[in-house]
């Protein structure tokens, strides 16, 4: 169990969204933290061919680690639908195509869906943090919910149109960005890893080897079962 983790005044984050970037930077700079985007040091994204969120979210954090010299921050998030046998899952960006985009991505969904009731679908974020020293540390968190179709709202990114998160009547989409952020996954794992930092033990998170049993405590604090 990791009780504290040890961050630089300067982070890289593996991501060429400037959006996420900018969302990662509002969280960090309650502890003094900014974080840069891996852009500064190269346009080039990794191969993820990694089998899960996790293993891909280490290889975008080791690459920005390893082009930048600096403590880096990734995150692999995706979509998994439960009628469709948890897809597209790690393929979620796959799905939107070179282009990105994620209007055919939720398309294909909704085709794919068309006479099945269960719309179940739940969000997975894993977060990766490679520091200077080449310790890794790896976080996992999920968030249910429903879909919805046609899309909803404009605001947000990626599926954000037609996922409904667990106990709100509207999708990411619709949400303004303040109260989004009170719920989506990637910032609460973020909330807990600014605890850590701080050098509060938390009973919610574990290195490396993540299990749904051993995470009910954060799900619950996140508002994600």
Known sequence: MIN?????EEIIIASQNPGKVKEINILL?????????????????????GNSFAENALIKARNAKKLSKKTSLADD?????????GAPGIYSARWAGLEKDFDLAMS???EKLQGVDNKKAYFVCALAIVNEKNEEYVFEGKINGTLTFPKKGKMGFGYDPIFIPANHLITFGEMAPEEKELIRHIIGILAILVELSRGLRSNFLRENSQKEEDNQDFYEKMGCV
């Open 4 to 8: 504290r983790i040890e961050l630089p």
């Open 29 to 49: 700079n309650d502890i003094g933290i900014k974080a840069y985007p891996i852009s500064l040091f190269s346009d080039v994204e990794p191969i993820e061919d």
């Open 77 to 85: 998030s995706g979509l998994c639908v439960e009628a469709l046998d």
């Open 108 to 110: 294909i969904i909704e």
